[in-house]
């Protein structure tokens, strides 16, 4: 499955940025979708991820109640709205999905289980 995320940048402490995730070749109907973030000299990490069949989603403890992960259905696109932006947010921002009926808490707490990373969006949140 291809994905594409878009719309990093540079952000200010407290800040929002809205990142977005498009499917290339298919819908995400029955996938769960991730957004993934790592920061240098980290490892990668789950950040939110949402299971389109049913809904579910998890949010990292360090972004809940600042991001929120949501859908478009008519533009086949996933977003993640990161808002009280911190400088520990600053990394690379990935997408990905799966169609193996995972779940988002899965999903999103193993990420050695992605099967393929495109292209990430660098975020920065800085003064």
């Known amino acids: 499955e291809h994905v594409v995320a878009s719309g990093g940048g540079l952000v200010q402490p407290g800040g929002s940025l809205r990142l977005s995730c498009a499917a290339s070749?298919?819908?995400?109907?029955?996938?769960?979708v991730g957004w993934f973030r790592q920061a240098p000299g980290k490892e990668r990490e789950g950040v939110s991820c949402?299971?389109?069949?049913?809904?579910?989603?998890y949010y990292a403890d360090s972004v809940k109640g600042r991001f929120t992960i949501s859908r478009d259905i008519a533009k086949n696109t996933v977003y993640l709205q990161m808002s009280s932006m911190k400088p520990e947010d600053t990394a690379v921002y990935y997408c990905?999905?799966?169609?193996?009926?995972?779940?988002?808490?899965?999903?999103?707490?193993?990420?050695?289980?992605?099967?393929?990373w495109g292209q990430g969006t660098s975020v920065t949140v800085s003064a």
């Open positions: 949402i299971d389109i069949s049913n809904g579910e989603t």
């Open positions: 070749g298919f819908t995400f109907d029955y996938y769960t």
């Open positions: 990905a999905a799966e169609g193996r009926g995972s779940g988002a808490y899965f999903y999103c707490t193993e990420p050695g289980s992605v099967d393929s």
